[in-house]
């Protein structure tokens, strides 16, 4: 367990812009091979519908599945080479949080599975991706500090 590590990827995921000045609710923790997201709902990430845009989910599942590789990367930032997900609910309101897992290793690949759960502790909504360890060096110039 690298407990700096994690802390550091914590921040550059916090400082992102997209978190800063899109998503500017969003919690985060990450340990070894696991990352829990975390975000209030706002009407900002509606549809028409009134619920949830698919793209939000997309993003947390996306983070959560990231930042559990990252977190046993210690040497450089992470890839998202694809992702697939399934929406089984949907939300309007209170916290949802992204739990994602890594579940396959490899030297050149990575597999993390995300769940996405509404504030009752239901599902809402679940994804698969792969990733691939990039050439880009954690530093403190992407926020790794």
Do not use: C, W
Not at 51 to 58: I, K, L, Q, T
Request: no cysteine; aromatic share 12%.
């Amino acid at each position: 367990m690298n407990q700096e590590h994690y802390d550091k990827l914590e921040r550059m995921y916090l400082q992102a812009n997209i978190n800063t000045k899109i998503f500017d609710t969003t919690t985060v923790k990450i340990s070894e091979e696991m990352a829990q997201i975390g975000l209030e709902i706002s009407e900002k990430y509606f549809h028409a519908l009134g619920a949830m845009h698919g793209s939000v989910y997309f993003k947390l599942l996306d983070d959560a599945a990231f930042f559990a590789v990252n977190s046993i990367v210690e040497d450089a930032f992470v890839l998202t080479t694809s992702f697939n997900i399934n929406l089984t609910r949907p939300v309007n309101k209170g916290l949802i949080t992204a739990i994602g897992k890594v579940k396959f290793k490899s030297k050149n690949l990575y597999v993390a599975e995300s769940t996405l759960y509404n504030e009752d502790g239901k599902e809402i909504a679940f994804g698969t991706g792969n990733f691939a360890k990039s050439k880009i060096e954690l530093s403190e110039k992407i926020g790794y500090k």
